[in-house]
Structure formats: structure tokens, C-alpha cells
């Protein structure tokens, strides 16, 4: 699954406070083994674990993310699977 700019925006821009908890992925429960694949495989597989990358959950608490500044998404996303 690839998501297009216009697919992010969306994904940015809903509010936290409107969204079921109960309906966010949440991030602790993901596999912690991620297939030794290419950058963007590893990407792409989290991106379709998490299905947002703006908005999930860990443990029983919602996350609303942004990303500013001179990182894109594409490096936060790098950075969070590096740290699983």
C-alpha cells in the first residue's frame, strides 16, 4: 500500500479527538520483526501495519504526530521502525 500526497494530507489533518481510541492501531502490538527488506519495504510494511501514520495509539493512550521542520515523514517513519 503507497499512499499518494493527498492521501497523507487526509491523514494529517484528522483530529484526534474525533476518532475511537479502540479504533487506532496501536503501535506496541505490531510485530517487533521486521523482514529483512529494503528501506522502503520496511516502510511501506509499516505503513500498512499502522494505516496512519499521523494518528495510532500506544497502549490505551491516542497519538496524534506531526511532522515539522526540515524531517520529512518518510525519515520520522525510518526512525520509528529503526526503533522497534
Not at 16 to 40: C, F, G, K, Y
Not at 52 to 65: E, L, M, Q
Amino acid at each position: 500500500m503507497v499512499f499518494d500526497r493527498e492521501q497523507l494530507k487526509q491523514m494529517a489533518e484528522i483530529d484526534i479527538r474525533s476518532v475511537s481510541v479502540e479504533d487506532l492501531v496501536d503501535i506496541t502490538a505490531l510485530d517487533e520483526h521486521v523482514p529483512d527488506e529494503e528501506q522502503t519495504e520496511r516502510i511501506q510494511h509499516f505503513m500498512r501495519a499502522v494505516k496512519n501514520p499521523y494518528c495510532f495509539r500506544v497502549g490505551k493512550i491516542a497519538v496524534k504526530s506531526s511532522f515539522g521542520g526540515a524531517v520529512s515523514l518518510q525519515q520520522r517513519i525510518q526512525e520509528m521502525i529503526n526503533g522497534i
